[in-house]
């Protein structure tokens, strides 16, 4: 049968992969065909990589004609998967969005995607993203803007655009991102898609272009929960490497996430920082919370606006690391930066080392704070953005930033593990996303969360009208 990309999502096409249903070089072939079809309107990839898909796809379907017993250590063998254009791939162009590395072609791979290489994945190209991936709307002044699938006039978010955009048009099947302040998150709330930013050091970073060495985190982006979990399940793990991973045990992310919600206990953010929020958001949020109510989670309000101070700190460390990590590039060529980039990196090069040392100061008192609140609670629950996706026309870049991370960024300064999930949509048909948050390396936890409330609302299963 021919693949449907509408219908189809990462877990049901490896079920169709692995009983016949058509080959790798098929469903690579769809994808392909609708690369070609869309990025042109959607500009969801920088450098398309068609005959290396192919090689790959007829790779995959090889080792099927085996039939192998033992698919295990395959988990995405002949899936088709973006990948931001962030992460290091070998022969394959890496811009990072920049006019720096227009001609950038690395020797290696980034460790994420080796892993999923390993693992049998198909890589489809590179994914368009916000300029060195310092800013959240996608609009990239050497790339073009990324347009969002659900209105082309919206932006995607960012800085993952490019992969959000990808999956929600069905160009690819999942895709691998990075999350700074909200670079997954946002995105795929605003596109109506998942993503997850896993708990600081979970997964590798080691090969992704940085944007901040303390804050950089890396995850995927998927049509379902499920897709997610599959996903986090090849990419997690101790690289010895990379200094920012830690060495936890990796949980088995599939083997608990029918088991559902009864008894748990979510907070329900509350307080001006957050009912501030455009009134459809706030609207999908206490839907959402009855959602939860309903499926046996026992639901209270807790005023959370002091997350705020946790997100100024985020913002200051971000630009203050991405200065000092091209210190160099901007002295010799500030032109070659985009107008917000270069104001954003000049901002973080002015801060001064007390006002950083504070902002640490503020990360270590938050990460407590959020470690014992979640001695009390298995889940909080809050909007992923505090808006629907703005115009790409009119919408300034850093007056953005400060608006869409609101939410997001406080979970990169402690490094906890956060889930945004399609929660509806508003009247316009723009996506609304609910951001689910649980305690350090607790992904288990909150997949399970989303994939019931998901299980329950069946907001997964909409798609763009291209």
């Excluded at 049998?120 to 002044?141: D, I, R, S």
Aim: charged share 20%; hydrophobic share 45%.
């Amino acid at each position: 049968m021919e693949p449907d990309l509408t219908i189809l999502n990462l877990s049901s096409a490896i079920e169709a992969l692995r009983r016949g249903d058509f080959s790798s070089l098929e469903l690579t072939e769809v994808c392909l065909r609708q690369i070609a079809r869309l990025n042109p309107q959607i500009n969801a990839f920088i450098t398309p990589t068609p005959e290396l898909a192919a090689q790959a796809a007829l790779s995959a379907d090889s080792i099927f004609a085996l039939q192998p017993s033992n698919l295990k250590d395959l988990a995405l063998l002949g899936i088709p998967i973006a990948v931001k254009d962030l992460f290091e791939t070998v022969g394959v162009r890496t811009t990072a969005g920049s006019k720096f590395l227009v001609d950038n072609y690395p020797e290696q791979d980034a460790q994420a995607v080796l892993k999923i290489k390993l693992a049998g994945a198909v890589l489809l190209g590179k994914t368009n993203t916000h300029e060195v991936a310092l800013g959240v709307t996608g609009v990239n002044p050497h790339y073009g803007a990324v347009k969002n699938p659900w209105d082309p006039t919206r932006i995607t978010g960012g800085s993952s655009s490019g992969s959000a955009a990808a999956v929600a048009s069905g160009m690819c099947l999942a895709a691998l991102g990075t999350d700074t302040g909200g670079s997954i998150r946002i995105p795929a709330s605003l596109c109506g898609v998942v993503g997850l930013k896993p708990t600081s050091g979970r997964v590798s970073t080691r090969g992704v272009f940085p944007l901040s060495w303390n804050l950089d985190h890396v995850g995927p982006l998927a049509r379902t929960v499920r897709d997610a979990a599959i996903l986090l399940q090849v990419l997690a793990g101790f690289d010895p490497h990379d200094p920012a991973s830690v060495d936890v045990p990796v949980d088995d992310y599939l083997v608990h996430l029918e088991d559902g919600v009864k008894g748990w206990r979510a907070a329900l953010a509350v307080g001006e920082y957050v009912e501030s929020s455009d009134p459809e958001v706030m609207a999908g949020l206490q839907a959402s919370a009855q959602i939860f109510a309903e499926l046996g989670t026992q639901v209270e309000k807790e005023d959370l606006s002091w997350l705020a101070g946790l997100a100024l700190a985020n913002s200051c460390m971000t630009q203050a690391d991405a200065a000092a990590f091209h210190r160099e590039r901007l002295a010799a060529h500030p032109d070659w930066f985009g107008a917000d980039v270069r104001q954003r990196l000049e901002a973080g090069a002015a801060i001064t080392s007390s006002e950083y040392v504070l902002a640490r100061r503020t990360q270590s008192e938050g990460r407590r704070r959020l470690e014992m609140f979640f001695t009390k609670y298995d889940l909080l629950i809050l909007p992923t953005t505090p808006i629907l996706a703005p115009p790409i026309e009119g919408t300034g870049a850093i007056e953005a930033a400060q608006q869409l991370t609101r939410f997001t960024a406080p979970f990169n300064l402690t490094g906890l593990p956060a889930l945004s999930i399609p929660a509806g949509f508003a009247s316009t048909g723009l996506p609304v996303g609910l951001q689910i948050v649980s305690n350090h390396w607790g992904e288990a936890k909150l997949l399970r969360a989303g994939h019931t409330f998901e299980q329950a609302t069946g907001w997964q299963n909409r798609y763009p009208t291209l």
